[in-house]
């Protein structure tokens, strides 16, 4: 149905969002307003939930025109200007991707988005317009490019946060090709805006971090899909941070206090051990490649994977309750076979107490080399 109003929303709807109820409503009701069949009609209730969100992306996607849809309609955005807008409603008909218009006075070819913008500065807009032909430049690179003019029309200080970065003319086009990499695996735009804005770690230490994801396959492939692992983008930010302060003990030569950090991090962290170890290990490896062909942080990480707080516990009472349970037979006279021993170390052997199990083992081998002839030859004899 034609529209003959404005909505206005007070945070933002969709993926991540505020999602008010009254702003939900209000886009929902919106959405209805403009779509036709086959689409079906969304519930107005307040909820934003997957059919809001995948509603949202489909209109981002065929009306807005976006490559790379965020699921999330902002104050002030591209989606909510479009969404007030009723040629809105001739462009969704048929869920067709409208053509792309080129503004007057631009070369055919050129990204329509590819203006100015309001809020820059002159040498500001003159790195943006390096940024965007240096990334249109690159193979592949259209959601990074999506994102650059998501954030170009949606987050103007974090535009002008990249673009001023310490470094940032040196290595801007290889960290947004790092964004690229983590887009292509599910990443949100609005999910690298929050690894952007976040006070837990500096901005040119998470740019300078981001490079290390454009690595070609499989080592970028890796880090990103260990970072998505992770389930959140509050975890990813945390492990960033904490990454960001373990590089800077690394390099200082504190290897002590950085895998601290990792510990610490790790046991306030409602993730899998493992996945978390994974992460920070692939970006760390990334980030000093010659630190995964050193033998100290190989182990370091095997130390770290064998105390796991709960795979290593549970491991422990394992072991306690066989090791009290052998006693009482030794002390009352029963019968303790050979096998009930080597089972308890098989299962030590695979599980994350696997690394004490292989230093016990190597160091009774040293001794044995070593003492072994004297305590025949002295005791046993």
């Given amino acids: 149905m034609p529209i003959t109003s404005t909505i206005r929303i007070t945070g933002s709807v ?17 959405l209805n307003d403009l779509s ?10 307040g909820l934003a939930g997957p059919k809001t969100n995948g509603m949202i992306a489909d209109f981002q996607k065929k009306v807005v025109g976006l490559r790379a849809p965020d699921s999330r309609v902002d104050p002030n955005g591209r989606t909510l200007a479009a969404l007030n807008t009723a040629a809105s409603e001739n462009l969704w008909i048929g869920g067709a991707t409208p053509p792309a ?13 590819a203006g100015p913008v309001r809020g820059l500065s002159s040498i500001e807009q003159g790195r943006l317009d390096t940024l965007r032909a240096q990334l249109k430049a690159q193979p592949d ?18 535009l002008k946060m990249i673009l001023n970065a310490q470094g940032a003319a040196q290595y801007a086009v290889e960290a947004m090709m790092g964004i690229n990499a983590a887009l292509k695996v599910g990443f949100s735009a609005r999910d690298i805006v929050t690894i952007l804005t976040s006070r ?18 499989p080592a970028g492939t890796r880090i990103v899909n260990a970072l998505k692992s992770l389930g959140n983008i509050a975890l990813v930010v945390q492990v960033l941070a904490t990454l960001a302060v373990v590089i800077d003990h690394f390099r200082a030569g504190r290897f002590g206090p950085g895998f601290a950090e990792i510990y610490a991090t790790g046991m306030g962290a409602a993730v899998p051990w493992g996945g978390f170890l994974n992460a920070i290990q692939e970006m760390l490896y990334a980030a000093n490649p010659a630190a995964a062909s050193d033998p100290r942080f190989g182990t370091a990480f ?32 029963g019968q303790i076979k050979g096998n009930e021993v080597n089972d308890l170390i098989d299962r030590m052997r695979n599980s994350p107490m696997k690394f004490w199990v ?7 081998e040293w001794m044995g080399s070593k003492f ?9 004899s």
């Fill in 14 to 30: 969709g993926a991540n969002g505020r999602n008010n109820p009254a702003d939900v409503k209000a886009v929902q009701q919106r």
């Fill in 36 to 45: 036709r069949p086959p689409l079906a009609k969304l519930v107005v209730d």
């Fill in 101 to 113: 218009v080129t503004p007057p006075g631009v070369p055919p070819g050129t990204n329509p988005g």
């Fill in 141 to 158: 690179s259209g959601p990074a490019r999506d994102f650059l003019e998501y954030v170009a029309n949606n987050e103007v200080q974090t």
């Fill in 200 to 217: 837990a770690i500096r901005l040119d230490a998470a740019l300078d971090m981001m490079r290390s994801w454009r690595a070609v396959a």
């Fill in 302 to 333: 095997r130390y770290l994977l064998a105390i796991d707080p709960i795979g290593a516990g549970k491991t422990a009472i394992d072991t306690g309750v066989t090791f009290t349970e052998l006693l009482a037979k030794y002390i009352f006279g």
């Fill in 358 to 364: 292989e230093i016990g083992e190597s160091s009774g």
């Fill in 372 to 380: 072994g002839d004297w305590w025949y030859r002295n005791v046993l």
